[in-house]
């Protein structure tokens, strides 16, 4: 089966660009996870999703940050405009069930954003 | 919310034991332990469910002391494939998996 599948996997831009990033989940999952990787922070929760409706998205850092899911096979992350301090590895990821209910969560390679 | 996660950094040399520690200030329903290789994503290892309950991995296991909300991962007779960056991640009812920032381990021959 396939896993999480990001795209892109490398995006370079420039300070003030819009960005969007992409997620497959497996297929079958019904709660999508987008988090950021940096040295300094660590894995961050950025936003969770359980059948497509945003349940937590205290983690977005501003108003720069939104992200949808349309469907239960799609969802985006988008910065607009991006900013330097937005250079991390964004992670996607899935899983069955809800929160508290103890499931693995399966992520995606990541999107490694770098911002000039 | 996020887990404290303890040491930092180690180093062993190959047979070596290691524990990573893992703390929240919250009651946990849940603790996940994650390992990622450089340039990877994070892989599962295990959940723990329960106060008390113990787990293992090949030479890998894991404790969670509900009353201390304070969970271990032990690494006995560390190999080279065990080296990268272990995180924990905590279940709080309502929210999603929050990770620590990681525990760096490299195991050196």
Sequence with gaps: ?116 | QQPVQSPQAVILREGEDAVINCSSSKALYSVHWYRQKHGEAPVFLMILLKGGEQKGHDKISASFNEKKQQSSLYLTASQLSYSGTYFCGTEFPGYALNFGKGTSLLVTP
């Design chain 1, 1 to 116: 089966d396939a896993g999480v599948i990001q795209s892109p996997r490398h995006e370079v831009t420039e300070m003030g660009q819009e960005v969007t990033l992409r997620c497959k989940p497996i297929s079958g999952h019904n709660s999508l996870f987008w988090y950021r990787q940096t040295m300094m922070r660590g894995l961050e929760l950025l936003i969770y999703f359980n059948n497509n409706v945003p349940i937590d998205d205290s983690g977005m850092p501003e108003d720069r940050f939104s992200a949808k899911m349309p469907n239960a096979s799609f969802s985006t992350l988008k910065i607009q405009p991006s900013e330097p301090r937005d250079s991390a590895v964004y992670f996607c990821a899935s899983s069955t069930g809800t929160v508290r209910s103890g499931n693995t969560i399966y992520f995606g390679e990541g999107s490694w954003l770098t911002v000039v």
